[in-house]
């Protein structure tokens, strides 16, 4: 009998080893469905933000014959809706311009310029018909969209004021 | 036991759900942080910060950094003619790198359906074989004051600076073609330039225009290798480039490596479609015009600009203020130049010079009196030979927004 007990113990002790490995699995597997769980439920809210992180950030690209050093600090920053490295409106829609259209152009070529929806759709058919621009599947509209918004023409009449925002006063003496 | 694992457990996933969370928030920041220089392409970045103007002063105004855009502040076009650092920069493409380029075996290709045979002059050749001559050639960009037409035009937003008058040295077109040997059907010359397109696409110009025999074989229509007396500034096209005074400057073809003499119209590059044309007939702001309603530009409008003083001075009241500036009007001459401070109710006669030849821009000057203090506005009107004069409101709408010669003004204030 003790004989038996004893083997009863070496049984419940392995089947005890058993339930226990077994159990470590089961929450091995539970703890990467949690992860996996968290992961989405955090990913859901802040996918922009973390598209975002995960974008390239721009690099500036230093010439030997450069006096200028650029201030690297500057390079992501957003200054009243702004990113200032391109000078692009800070805005859904941003990284998409960013990633298509200064690949072959500065920003500035989009910043100086206003026009309609439909103006800028054909600028890109012209640029995708004579100048090598991809194809840009669903990004187009959201391209678009974003042009529209914030890159829109202004009435101006038939000629603008003198824009005395723009002037530097300054004293000349006369004699 | 069991409770004891439940414990650890719990203890252990609260840890791994902080490393999750940490993972998920933090791994992209740090990566985003080390992540190498130099990956991102460099077109991803605006590119302020390089020297994108090498041989230009930075006081010039950049419209564009690729493909390169710059124009000149009214008031630094002051000399009669335009320093090589001042000149204005319109680049299509990507200019060639200065060590890709060496003038001692730089050639330049002469073909076309109407060239009896085709031949190659390197640069030292024709230096050799042709007669030098100089010539002050003004140089306007087609779209220059682009910004002000309404509605907008696409394209680069030029101000007021997109011109410049200089003096070139080469040899004339004329001599080299007389030389090769014209055929009688030829009709048109188009450049080929060392610039790349944006693309990157070897197959690809950015540009090839030209203009037609009558304006290739003008006595100032030049080869041209130097800039008042000094080699071509790169972005102006050095070694060689063409220059053909009052035309649209993109008919004057930089880092020239070919000219092709044509029995038709050029058909290259931003000759074509919509480029460097205005509707053949008038029409309404905003329209659309077909391509083959569309009509090449040529000899530029006349047009003036006041250089000093610089917009926003503020004088004291009974002085006279002096002005002055250049007057030009494509292949014509300019006739006359008026300045008025009441929004041209009255204008004045200012004083004019002729040119120092033809297609160089003219100087012009006044002395003007303020009847009382306040906000004024001189405004600057040229007049040319044809009795053609600048209209003080845009002139005709395009859809390109070429050719706006509105009145320059500048702003004054007497205290």
């Known amino acids: 009998m003790p004989n038996h007990q004893h083997m009863d113990e070496q049984q419940k002790e392995a089947y005890d080893k058993a339930l226990r490995d077994s159990f470590r699995v089961l929450m091995s597997a539970i703890k990467l469905l949690l992860i996996l769980v968290v992961g989405i439920l955090l990913y859901i809210p802040l996918k922009s933000d973390i598209q975002q992180w995960l974008s390239p950030k721009p690099v500036v690209k230093t010439v030997s014959n450069s006096g200028v050093q650029p201030n690297e600090e500057d390079f992501d920053k957003v200054e009243n809706g702004v990113h200032l490295a391109t000078g692009l409106k800070f805005a859904p829609g941003f990284e998409d311009v960013r990633a298509n259209c200064t690949v072959c152009h500065s920003a500035a070529l989009v910043t100086q310029n206003r026009a309609t929806r439909e103006g800028w759709d054909q600028m890109l058919t012209w640029m995708q018909e004579t100048q090598g621009l991809w194809d840009l599947g669903p990004k187009r509209a959201r391209i678009l969209d974003y042009l529209a918004e914030y890159y829109a023409p202004e009435a101006q009449g038939r000629r603008a004021s003198l824009d005395l925002q723009e002037i530097e006063w300054y004293i000349l003496d006369l004699e | 036991?069991?409770?004891?694992?439940?414990?650890?457990?719990?203890?252990?996933?609260?840890?791994?759900?902080?490393?999750?969370?940490?993972?998920?928030?933090?791994?992209?920041?740090?990566?985003?942080?080390?992540?190498?220089?130099?990956?991102?392409?460099?077109?991803?970045?605006?590119?302020?910060?390089?020297?994108?103007?090498?041989?230009?002063?930075?006081?010039?105004?950049?419209?564009?950094?690729?493909?390169?855009?710059?124009?000149?502040?009214?008031?630094?076009?002051?000399?009669?003619?335009?320093?090589?650092?001042?000149?204005?920069?319109?680049?299509?493409?990507?200019?060639?790198?200065?060590?890709?380029?060496?003038?001692?075996?730089?050639?330049?290709?002469?073909?076309?359906?109407?060239?009896?045979?085709?031949?190659?002059?390197?640069?030292?050749?024709?230096?050799?074989?042709?007669?030098?001559?100089?010539?002050?050639?003004?140089?306007?960009?087609?779209?220059?004051?682009?910004?002000?037409?309404?509605?907008?035009?696409?394209?680069?937003?030029?101000?007021?600076?997109?011109?410049?008058?200089?003096?070139?040295?080469?040899?004339?077109?004329?001599?080299?073609?007389?030389?090769?040997?014209?055929?009688?059907?030829?009709?048109?010359?188009?450049?080929?330039?060392?610039?790349?397109?944006?693309?990157?696409?070897?197959?690809?110009?950015?540009?090839?225009?030209?203009?037609?025999?009558?304006?290739?074989?003008?006595?100032?229509?030049?080869?041209?290798?130097?800039?008042?007396?000094?080699?071509?500034?790169?972005?102006?096209?050095?070694?060689?480039?063409?220059?053909?005074?009052?035309?649209?400057?993109?008919?004057?073809?930089?880092?020239?490596?070919?000219?092709?003499?044509?029995?038709?119209?050029?058909?290259?590059?931003?000759?074509?479609?919509?480029?460097?044309?205005?509707?053949?007939?008038?029409?309404?702001?905003?329209?659309?015009?077909?391509?083959?309603?569309m009509c090449i530009i040529e000899s530029m409008p006349v047009k003036s600009l006041i250089t000093y003083p610089k917009s926003g001075a503020q004088i004291k009241a009974g002085k006279q203020l002096p002005i002055n500036g250049h007057a030009w009007a494509g292949d014509l001459e300019v006739a006359k130049v008026e300045y008025s401070i009441d929004f041209g109710a009255t204008w004045q006669a200012c004083q004019l010079k002729p040119p120092a030849n033809r297609l160089a821009w003219q100087q012009f000057n006044a002395s003007v009196s303020f009847p009382q203090k306040g906000y004024y506005e001189v405004w600057a009107k040229a007049i040319d030979s044809n009795g053609q004069a600048q209209p003080m409101l845009l002139p005709g709408w395009n859809p390109k927004g070429y050719l706006n010669n509105a009145c320059h003004r500048i702003a004054i204030k007497v205290a």
Not at chain 2, 144 to 149: A, D, T
Not at chain 2, 209 to 229: D, F, H, Q, T, Y
Request: aromatic residues 8%; contains cysteine; positive net charge.
């Open chain 2, 1 to 293: 036991m069991q409770n004891k694992i439940p414990l650890s457990r719990r203890h252990f996933l609260r840890q791994t759900t902080l490393t999750t969370m940490g993972f998920a928030l933090g791994a992209p920041i740090v990566f985003g942080h080390f992540m190498p220089k130099g990956l991102t392409p460099v077109a991803l970045s605006n590119g302020a910060s390089f020297d994108s103007l090498p041989g230009k002063r930075p006081e010039m105004i950049v419209l564009n950094e690729r493909p390169v855009n710059a124009e000149t502040p009214p008031h630094l076009l002051n000399d009669v003619l335009t320093p090589k650092d001042l000149f204005f920069v319109r680049n299509n493409g990507l200019p060639p790198r200065r060590d890709e380029i060496n003038a001692d075996t730089w050639t330049i290709r002469f073909d076309g359906e109407a060239l009896r045979t085709e031949k190659s002059f390197t640069l030292a050749e024709l230096k050799a074989q042709f007669k030098h001559y100089t010539y002050q050639l003004t140089l306007e960009c087609g779209g220059n004051g682009r910004k002000e037409f309404n509605p907008p035009a696409k394209g680069n937003q030029w101000g007021l600076g997109a011109v410049g008058c200089a003096a070139w040295t080469g040899v004339r077109l004329k001599d080299v073609l007389n030389a090769i040997g014209l055929k009688s059907n030829a009709v048109y010359i188009g450049y080929y330039g060392k610039d790349m397109h944006l693309s990157g696409d070897p197959d690809k110009n950015p540009i090839s225009r030209g203009v037609p025999m009558s304006k290739a074989l003008e006595e100032e229509s030049l080869i041209a290798w130097a800039m008042n007396g000094e080699d071509l500034p790169l972005l102006n096209g050095y070694p060689v480039r063409l220059v053909f005074g009052g035309w649209p400057a993109s008919c004057s073809g930089k880092w020239l490596e070919r000219i092709s003499i044509r029995n038709k119209v050029h058909d290259g590059a931003k000759m074509v479609g919509q480029s460097y044309r205005v509707p053949c007939k008038p029409v309404a702001p905003g329209s659309k015009v077909e391509d083959k309603d």
